[in-house]
């Protein structure tokens, strides 16, 4: 029989936490038998589930030795920071309960696919080793990967979704929300971050922060999606003064990817109005933002910065504005419309397969997706 060891609950409980969980819940994950999960909430375990707890928490072995959890410790990853220096502060509380919730599903998924011998998707990192490529051909292969010249667009407005929905289908899985898991009480910030990006060979995931506008969205997805391409995982800068070489680059190919370069340069050339003007006409063409058409028309040499400082402005002013005047609405979708927004479409949608034939146990969803066990079998 195995020692046993008696930990501090108070650290066991960071760990879990660092990883988006409840002590309890962290210990149902590891854990089935009710009773070895029980123990695990008391601080008592053996050396081997110690080690196993150390390494699913992703945090030295000796830490969970500490009486008091550490300071600013943040788990180990091979996360970047890209923002720029001027917004080069340590990460928050928030965010690092976020950054955990969408690693443990990214892993799940990723060891389940493992699980039926899936096949590593081809693009991932596709052009890592040549970081110097053509900005043009690394957006024209994310087009054509995601089939993007065959959406079908109204508007702007389904731009997020249609592009999303391309996304998954092409295995890229992707969460967005605009609160720390389901506390409406604790906003993300837009300041601290828009998106981050998990590359992975199996199971890429982008996550957005909803905080933000829906045409910021549209921009940090398309961003992400280069980082993906790139062979990068990290938290990003997408702002048009990006001082990181990799920001800088994600921030072109985006623009190309959202608006191809000739199509853009055809449009442009099409009419005689004013540079303002072309804007407008742009934005209904290619059902974005005018913020992104100004952003490529700055690129490509055609209006100032001044005046794309300009739209930049306003069109932050407009979005300040209309959050303000709807922030007393009905409160938005209801929370099962939600979930697959926040957990990836592709991981709840398998979830919820799992758990109707029997393959998987209404905690261990309730768990993934951070629901009550009993509210599962509505989604």
Request: aromatic share 8%; with cysteine.
């Amino acid at each position: 029989m195995q020692d046993t060891l008696k930990l501090s609950v108070d650290t066991l409980s960071w760990a879990a936490a660092a990883n988006g969980f409840s002590l309890s819940d962290f210990a149902h994950y590891l854990y089935k038998t009710e009773q070895t999960a029980q123990n695990i909430t008391e601080g008592k375990l053996t050396i081997e589930q110690a080690k196993k707890f150390s390494e699913k928490a992703k945090v030295p072995f000796g830490f969970l030795f500490l009486e008091t959890p550490p300071k600013d410790y943040l788990p180990e990853t091979t996360f970047v920071d890209f923002r720029t220096v001027n917004h080069h502060t340590p990460f928050s509380a928030d965010f690092k309960k976020i950054l955990r919730d969408v690693e443990h599903k990214q892993t799940w998924y990723k060891n389940y696919l493992l699980s039926i011998d899936a096949n590593k998707l081809p693009f991932v990192a596709k052009f890592a080793d040549n970081k110097n490529i053509a900005n043009e051909i690394v957006a024209t292969d994310i087009r054509n990967t995601l089939k993007l010249n065959s959406l079908k667009l109204k508007n702007s407005e389904d731009y997020f979704s249609a592009l999303s929905l391309a996304c998954e289908n092409a295995g890229v899985l992707i969460f967005k929300n605009s609160i720390v898991i389901n506390s409406t009480r604790r906003p993300l910030s837009v300041q601290e971050f828009r998106g981050f990006v998990i590359t992975d060979e199996y199971a890429p995931c982008i996550f957005i922060n909803g905080a933000d506008s829906k045409n910021a969205n549209i921009f940090t997805l398309a961003h992400e999606l280069a980082h993906i391409w790139l062979g990068e995982s990290g938290v990003s800068d997408t702002s048009v003064d990006a001082d990181n070489q990799s920001e800088a680059k994600c921030n072109a190919i985006a623009a190309l990817v959202l608006v191809p370069r000739d199509d853009f340069i055809a449009q442009w050339g099409n009419t005689d109005d004013n540079a303002r003007e072309k804007i407008k006409i742009l934005n209904r063409h290619f059902k974005v933002s005018e913020l992104v058409i100004a952003r490529t028309a700055l690129t490509q040499h055609k209006i100032s910065r001044n005046l794309y400082n300009q739209i930049s402005v306003e069109t932050e002013k407009a979005w300040r504005l209309y959050k303000e005047k709807n922030k007393e609405g009905d409160g938005g979708p209801s929370h099962n419309v939600m979930v697959p927004i926040r957990n990836s479409k592709t991981i709840t949608n398998k979830v919820i397969e799992l758990v109707k034939s029997n393959k998987m146990m209404p905690s261990e969803a309730a768990i993934l997706l951070n629901k009550s066990a009993a509210t599962i079998g509505n989604l």
